[in-house]
């Protein structure tokens, strides 16, 4: 099969239970080769999409192609090309590793004359040499989230589904895991679904977010800082005359304004928040303005929306929407679908 530019598509998605839309007409494209982030808070559907992507849950309607192949119609030849770890992730307690790995490579159809040596492979890759004859059940919560991975990518699939892959891990096996994760950015598409913030922003080129069971925001973590916020931030501590600082501000950037100023320090310093439209960088000319009208500046910054900041904004503007009068719930507080 030629290699496709898209790994995944997914058109018009819907999945119902009851009445309660668990996933409500999404769309979305992954590339090859592409690490895209999958957030939302509880409820909101992740986890019943990545069930359906992976084959294992039926849509209600809409399609989804993995590979070029459809996941309605041919779920077996799906799976053969995806690799799946669930967010429990079930592993036999009382089989080594290397067992695990051996008997999961034979069912995934690796061919034997290969397993062996690809075994060694991911084991090498996942930094599991060292506990590959230990039994499963002794090991650490990290060491048994590596097996996983492991487990996920030993068929060499072009596409890897994560559902909470580091929950439960300390800061030193989410820092393996995350560039473990990194590591195969070129090689398989993959898909994550993580509730650490700041590992997605640092491992995925792309982000989803999804609420109520619709994509409310998707693109990388800057697009959407420039999409939800709209504005750059700059924090200053400065002291001096603040009635000439709104022309000090205009004749450095129009849309360049004080937003917020606090009370003066002992030292007459305050603390002044400053937003503008424009992306590009102002810290020089800001400060070369702000010293030559005769301002003490203590200390200048430029202030980054994190994706917290983009993901906590993102899922109440589509809370609003839902709850302002006028929409299809009033302002009827809407029951969370199944996960």
Same mark, same amino acid.
Not at 13 to 32: C, E, H, P, Q, W
Not at 38 to 43: E, K
Not at 156 to 161: K, S
Not at 259 to 283: C, H, I, N
């Given at each position: 099969?030629?290699d496709?530019?898209?790994?995944?598509?997914?058109?018009?998605?819907?999945?119902?239970?009851?009445?309660?839309?668990?996933?409500?007409?999404?769309?979305?494209?992954?590339?090859?080769? +592409?690490?895209?982030?999958?957030?939302g808070?509880?409820?909101?559907?992740?986890?019943?999409?990545m069930?359906?992507?992976?084959?294992?849950?039926p849509?209600?309607?809409?399609?989804?192609?993995?590979? =070029?192949?459809?996941?309605?119609?041919?779920?077996?030849?799906?799976?053969?090309?995806?690799?799946?770890?669930?967010?429990?992730?079930?592993?036999?307690?009382?089989?080594?590793?290397?067992?695990?790995?051996?008997?999961?490579?034979?069912?995934?159809?690796?061919?034997?004359?290969?397993l062996?040596?690809?075994?060694?492979?991911?084991? +090498?890759?996942?930094?599991?040499?060292?506990?590959?004859?230990?039994?499963?059940?002794?090991?650490?919560?990290?060491?048994?989230?590596?097996?996983?991975?492991?487990?996920?990518?030993?068929?060499?699939?072009p596409?890897?589904?994560?559902?909470?892959?580091?929950?439960?891990?300390?800061?030193?096996?989410? %820092?393996?895991?995350?560039?473990?994760? =990194?590591?195969?950015?070129?090689?398989?598409?993959?898909?994550?679904?993580? #509730?650490?913030?700041?590992?997605?922003?640092?491992?995925?080129?792309?982000?989803?977010?999804?609420?109520?069971g619709r994509?409310?925001?998707?693109?990388?973590?800057? #697009?959407?800082?420039?999409?939800?916020?709209? #504005?750059?931030?700059? &924090?200053?501590?400065?002291?001096?005359?603040?009635?000439? %600082?709104?022309?000090?501000?205009?004749?450095v950037? +129009?849309?360049?304004?004080?937003?917020?100023?606090?009370d003066?320090?002992?030292?007459?310093?305050?603390?002044?928040?400053?937003?503008?439209?424009r992306?590009? +960088?102002?810290?020089?000319?800001?400060?070369?303005? %702000?010293?030559?009208?005769?301002?003490?500046? &203590?200390?200048?910054?430029?202030? #980054?929306?994190?994706?917290?900041?983009?993901?906590?904004?993102?899922?109440?503007?589509?809370?609003?929407?839902?709850?302002?009068?006028?929409?299809?719930?009033?302002?009827?507080?809407?029951?969370?679908?199944?996960?």
């Amino acid at each position: 099969m030629p290699d496709l530019p898209t790994a995944i598509e997914v058109s018009h998605l819907v999945k119902s239970y009851g009445g309660v839309m668990a996933v409500n007409d999404i769309s979305f494209t992954v590339a090859r080769g +592409e690490i895209v982030g999958f957030l939302g808070p509880n409820g909101a559907g992740k986890s019943t999409t990545m069930r359906i992507l992976t084959g294992y849950l039926p849509a209600t309607s809409g399609s989804v192609m993995i590979a =070029g192949l459809p996941v309605a119609t041919q779920p077996d030849e799906v799976k053969r090309r995806i690799g799946y770890m669930p967010e429990n992730n079930p592993l036999p307690e009382d089989m080594r590793v290397s067992e695990y790995m051996y008997f999961r490579g034979r069912l995934k159809e690796v061919p034997r004359r290969k397993l062996s040596p690809r075994i060694d492979e991911v084991l +090498e890759i996942c930094d599991l040499k060292r506990v590959r004859h230990k039994i499963i059940g002794q090991l650490s919560k990290g060491y048994r989230q590596r097996v996983g991975i492991a487990e996920a990518i030993l068929a060499e699939p072009p596409v890897i589904i994560m559902d909470e892959p580091t929950i439960g891990l300390d800061p030193h096996q989410i %820092l393996i895991v995350r560039d473990l994760i =990194g590591s195969l950015r070129g090689r398989m598409t993959v898909i994550i679904s993580s #509730h650490i913030l700041p590992e997605i922003e640092m491992t995925c080129d792309r982000v989803l977010i999804i609420n109520q069971g619709r994509i409310v925001a998707q693109g990388t973590p800057a #697009h959407l800082r420039r999409e939800i916020f709209g #504005h750059s931030s700059y &924090r200053l501590e400065l002291a001096g005359d603040l009635t000439s %600082l709104p022309a000090v501000l205009a004749a450095v950037d +129009e849309s360049l304004r004080s937003t917020a100023v606090g009370d003066p320090d002992a030292d007459g310093f305050r603390q002044v928040t400053l937003t503008t439209s424009r992306d590009g +960088e102002l810290g020089e000319p800001l400060l070369s303005a %702000l010293l030559g009208r005769g301002f003490r500046v &203590r200390a200048l910054s430029r202030e #980054h929306p994190t994706l917290e900041d983009v993901f906590l904004a993102a899922t109440r503007r589509s809370w609003d929407v839902v709850s302002a009068p006028g929409s299809p719930r009033g302002r009827e507080t809407p029951p969370p679908p199944p996960t």
